[in-house]
Protein backbone atom coordinates (compact mmCIF):
# COMPACT_ATOMS: atom_id res chain seq x y z
CA UNK A 1 0.00 0.00 0.00
CA UNK A 2 1.06 3.36 -0.92
CA UNK A 3 0.62 5.99 1.16
CA UNK A 4 0.54 9.97 0.71
CA UNK A 5 -0.50 12.16 3.07
CA UNK A 6 -1.06 16.32 3.29
CA UNK A 7 -2.67 19.15 4.92
CA UNK A 8 -0.51 19.83 6.92
CA UNK A 9 0.30 23.58 7.99
CA UNK A 10 0.95 26.67 10.46
CA UNK A 11 -2.25 27.14 12.91
CA UNK A 12 -2.55 29.16 16.00
CA UNK A 13 -3.43 27.36 18.91
CA UNK A 14 -7.43 27.56 18.68
CA UNK A 15 -7.50 26.46 15.32
CA UNK A 16 -7.86 23.58 13.07
CA UNK A 17 -6.78 21.06 10.55
CA UNK A 18 -7.55 18.49 8.51
CA UNK A 19 -4.89 16.03 7.21
CA UNK A 20 -5.87 13.21 4.27
CA UNK A 21 -3.76 10.92 3.23
CA UNK A 22 -4.61 9.16 0.10
CA UNK A 23 -4.03 4.94 -0.57
CA UNK A 24 -3.04 3.01 -3.51
CA UNK A 25 -2.02 -0.31 -4.97
CA UNK A 26 -4.28 -2.62 -3.20
CA UNK A 27 -7.52 -3.11 -1.59
CA UNK A 28 -7.66 -1.69 1.99
CA UNK A 29 -10.74 -4.11 3.44
CA UNK A 30 -8.24 -5.98 5.02
CA UNK A 31 -6.64 -3.31 6.43
CA UNK A 32 -6.40 -0.88 9.19
CA UNK A 33 -5.31 2.91 8.55
CA UNK A 34 -4.06 4.91 11.06
CA UNK A 35 -2.22 8.49 11.96
CA UNK A 36 0.81 9.13 14.26
CA UNK A 37 3.11 11.86 14.95
CA UNK A 38 6.72 12.57 15.99
CA UNK A 39 7.44 16.08 17.95
CA UNK A 40 11.32 17.07 18.09
CA UNK A 41 13.14 15.05 20.68
CA UNK A 42 10.14 12.60 21.26
CA UNK A 43 9.01 9.06 19.91
CA UNK A 44 6.23 8.48 17.59
CA UNK A 45 3.06 8.64 18.51
CA UNK A 46 0.23 7.14 18.15
CA UNK A 47 -3.12 8.80 17.58
CA UNK A 48 -6.23 7.24 16.04
CA UNK A 49 -7.04 4.43 13.95
CA UNK A 50 -10.04 3.23 12.07
CA UNK A 51 -10.92 -0.37 10.95
CA UNK A 52 -11.53 0.50 7.03
CA UNK A 53 -14.44 -2.35 6.64
CA UNK A 54 -16.97 -1.16 9.35
CA UNK A 55 -15.20 2.04 10.37
CA UNK A 56 -14.43 0.96 13.89
CA UNK A 57 -12.45 4.18 15.73
CA UNK A 58 -10.24 4.02 18.59
CA UNK A 59 -8.18 7.17 20.02
CA UNK A 60 -5.11 7.70 21.97
CA UNK A 61 -6.36 9.72 25.22
CA UNK A 62 -4.33 12.56 24.19
CA UNK A 63 -6.58 13.79 21.19
CA UNK A 64 -9.59 11.91 22.34
CA UNK A 65 -12.31 14.57 21.92
CA UNK A 66 -10.01 16.62 19.60
CA UNK A 67 -9.29 14.76 16.76
CA UNK A 68 -11.21 12.70 14.53
CA UNK A 69 -10.47 9.85 12.00
CA UNK A 70 -12.88 9.31 8.48
CA UNK A 71 -12.77 7.70 5.74
CA UNK A 72 -14.01 7.54 1.94
CA UNK A 73 -14.18 4.48 1.08
CA UNK A 74 -14.59 5.64 -2.87
CA UNK A 75 -11.48 7.77 -2.57
CA UNK A 76 -9.28 5.33 -0.79
CA UNK A 77 -8.73 8.29 1.73
CA UNK A 78 -8.48 8.51 5.46
CA UNK A 79 -8.45 12.01 6.90
CA UNK A 80 -7.46 13.06 10.43
CA UNK A 81 -9.74 16.48 11.87
CA UNK A 82 -7.91 18.11 14.63
CA UNK A 83 -9.74 20.80 16.65
CA UNK A 84 -8.68 23.01 19.62
CA UNK A 85 -5.09 22.99 18.62
CA UNK A 86 -2.45 23.91 21.03
CA UNK A 87 1.52 23.92 20.71
CA UNK A 88 2.28 20.58 22.13
CA UNK A 89 0.16 19.42 18.98
CA UNK A 90 2.86 20.62 16.65
CA UNK A 91 4.75 17.31 15.05
CA UNK A 92 5.25 15.99 11.82
CA UNK A 93 2.06 13.68 11.21
CA UNK A 94 2.18 10.31 8.86
CA UNK A 95 -0.73 8.19 8.11
CA UNK A 96 -0.12 4.64 8.44
CA UNK A 97 -1.62 1.38 7.36
CA UNK A 98 -1.41 -2.07 8.99
CA UNK A 99 -2.60 -5.57 7.43
CA UNK A 100 -5.26 -6.99 9.85
CA UNK A 101 -3.06 -10.28 10.23
CA UNK A 102 0.16 -8.54 11.34
CA UNK A 103 1.15 -6.53 14.15
CA UNK A 104 3.08 -4.06 13.07
CA UNK A 105 2.63 -1.29 11.04
CA UNK A 106 4.11 -1.42 7.84
CA UNK A 107 2.87 1.02 4.98
CA UNK A 108 3.64 4.48 6.01
CA UNK A 109 3.02 8.24 4.62
CA UNK A 110 6.02 10.71 4.11
CA UNK A 111 4.75 12.85 6.97
CA UNK A 112 3.48 16.42 6.67
CA UNK A 113 4.52 18.88 9.11
CA UNK A 114 2.02 20.64 11.67
CA UNK A 115 2.94 23.76 13.36
CA UNK A 116 0.87 25.19 15.97
CA UNK A 117 1.79 28.77 17.65
CA UNK A 118 0.49 30.26 20.86
Known amino acids: VQLQASGGGSVQAGGSLRLSCAASGRSLSNYNMGWFRQAPGKEREFLAL????????YYAESVQGRFSISRDKFQSTVSLQMNMLTPDDTAVYYCAAKFIYESEWNNWGQGTLVTVSS
Open 50 to 57: IRWSGGRT
